[in-house]
């Protein structure tokens, strides 16, 4: 079953930027080409919610909230998912994921994202 791994949270300051990476382990590079991903994310004490949708077409979607700010993108032969992140907010602070759409059972460990002053 495919693993996920998330890197490059951090502490960031409101108005700031970060980058996320997720590497897709064991899974073969046309599988990774031909599947729908997201990036999730999951504040303290709330849901797991779906931020950003990046479609094997191509096609991208965003939430509201994190519209106009995140960018969602991918590097197939190297099977890793982004997501560029700017102008960002308090309320963007929580553990972000990397899955697929729909999300698989496999979840990685995420990487933490605080945008604070």
């Known amino acids: 079953q495919a693993q996920f791994v998330e890197s490059g949270g951090g502490l960031a300051q409101p108005g700031g930027s970060l980058t996320l990476s997720c590497a897709a382990q064991?899974?073969?590079?046309?599988?990774?080409?031909?599947?729908?991903f997201g990036w999730y994310r999951q504040a303290h004490g709330n849901q797991r919610e779906l931020v950003a949708q990046l479609y094997s077409s191509g096609g991208t979607m965003y939430g509201d909230s994190v519209k106009g700010r995140f960018t969602i993108s991918k590097n197939s032969s190297r099977k890793r998912l982004f997501l560029q992140m700017n102008n960002l907010k308090p309320d963007d602070t929580a553990v972000y994921y990397c899955?697929?759409?729909?999300?698989?059972?496999?979840w990685g460990l995420g990487t933490q994202v605080t945008v604070s002053s």
């Open positions: 064991r899974m073969i590079t046309s599988t990774f080409t031909a599947l729908d």
């Open positions: 899955n697929t759409i729909p999300a698989t059972d496999s």
